[in-house]
Structures are given as C-alpha cells and as structure tokens.
C-alpha cells in the first residue's frame, strides 16, 4: 500500500508562488506514474503535471510555463512550483499514482487547497 500526503496549498495573491510536496511511503516500488491533480468548485478533477513511466514530464495546457513538476528521489517527495498564479488555479490539489496496471494506489482524500485572490 502506498501513502501519499499532500501539503503546501494555502491562500496566495495573483501573480503568486506557491510550493506544493508530496511525501510517498510504504509500497512506492509499486508506483509506475505519478502526478498532480486538481479540481475546482463544479468542475471535473484534471491532470495538472506528472511524470510519465519513462520519467519525463507533461502537463496541462493552462500552467505550461507557470507550473514545475519535480521530485527527490532520496526523500520520495514530488513538488510542485507554481508561479504566476491565477485566480482559475484556485482548487483543491491532489498527488497520485498509478502502478502499471493502471489502479490508482490511494482515494482520492483531501488534497491540499489552493486559493489565488487578492
């Protein structure tokens, strides 16, 4: 099994940074992708930035250039950079994974929120 805690979400101006961690422990060899995800009030949750099974990355069309996906290896944390927030950023943001067959390794909890407002 594997646990995935978020953290790092928090109120933050237009034009913001915020740095969001997620810490894995437990069964982590079982991880083939691993990313972040967001939804907003009323709309459906969405890939936000990840890693691919070959390591690189993607990430979604709105925060290409803003947002930075990263990770450390020796403490089993993914982040993420978020600059140049936007107020249509504001969301709840989780991290999750997927091991090779597909099967999403935790529910989908209670994420980090992220609200961008002046």
């Known amino acids: 099994q594997v646990q995935l805690v978020e953290s790092g979400g928090g109120l933050v101006q237009p034009g913001g940074s915020l740095r969001l961690s997620c810490a894995a422990s437990g069964s982590i060899f079982s991880i083939n992708v691993m990313g972040w995800y967001r939804q907003a009030p009323g709309k459906q949750r969405e890939l936000v930035a990840g890693f691919t099974s070959g390591g690189s990355t993607n990430y979604a069309d709105s925060v290409k250039g803003r947002f930075t996906i990263s990770r450390d290896n020796a403490k089993n944390t993914v982040y993420l950079q978020m600059n140049s927030l936007k107020p249509e950023d504001t969301a709840v943001y989780y991290c999750?994974?997927?091991?090779?067959?597909?099967?999403?390794?935790?529910?989908w909890g209670q994420g980090t929120q992220v609200t961008v407002s002046s």
């Open positions: 999750n994974a997927q091991n090779r067959a597909g099967s999403w390794l935790r529910s």
